[in-house]
Every structure is written in C-alpha cells, then in structure tokens.
C-alpha cells in the first residue's frame, strides 16, 4: 500500500500563487506516477497533471498548462504543484495520485485551494 498526505491548500486571490505538496509512503519503491487531479463543487473530477517518477517527465491539461508547474523530490518522496496566476475557475478540492506497479492507484485525501475574485 501507498499513503499519500497532501498540503499547502487554502485561499488566495486571483493572480496568487499556492504551492501543493504530496508526501508518500509505504510501497514507494513501486510508485511509477503522481498525479495531481481536483474537483470542484458540482463538477466531475479532472486531470491536472503528471509526472512520471523515475524519468521525470511531466504532462498537463490544457486549462493549466504555463501556469502551473509539478515537479518531485525523490529524497523526500514528497511530490509538488506549484499553481501560478491562479483563477477563480481554478477553486476546487486537489488530490494527489499515486500510480503503483502491479497495483491500484492510490489517493489522498484531497486540500481545498479557493480562488476569490
């Protein structure tokens, strides 16, 4: 099993910046992505972005790309969003992803990031 603990959610003004962290633990050996997904009230859940651990290579979606940035650190096995130029339609619960080998995806519990206009 993996355990994901997510932080850094909380309120900003459009324009802000908010930096998101996903420490993991457990079978972190087996870990082959993390993804960064949110859901907004009343909204289905989406895709944010992705990293790939071992080769670092990263992927967006399209709403948040030039803006926001993930990156880890294989020391801490913490993995990061840093959200730049921050909108109101970006307001959602965040939850942080963790694709493992020859296993299910694992989730955390989510952080709120509110964006106020």
């Known amino acids: 099993q993996v355990q994901l603990v997510e932080s850094g959610g909380g309120l900003v003004q459009a324009g802000g910046s908010l930096r998101l962290s996903c420490t993991a633990s457990g079978r972190t050996l087996d870990i082959i992505t993390m993804d960064w997904f949110r859901q907004a009230q009343g909204k289905e859940r989406e895709f944010v972005a992705r990293?790939?651990?071992?080769?670092?290579?990263?992927s967006y979606a399209d709403s948040v790309k030039g803006r926001f940035t993930i990156s880890r650190d294989n020391a801490k096995i913490t993995v990061y969003l840093q959200m730049n130029s921050l909108k109101p339609e970006d307001t959602a619960v965040y939850y942080c992803?963790?694709?493992?080998?020859?296993?299910?995806?694992?989730w955390g519990q989510g952080t709120q990031v509110t964006v106020s206009s």
């Open positions: 992803v963790a694709g493992v080998r020859g296993s299910r995806n694992y």
């Open positions: 990293i790939r651990w071992r080769e670092e290579s990263t």
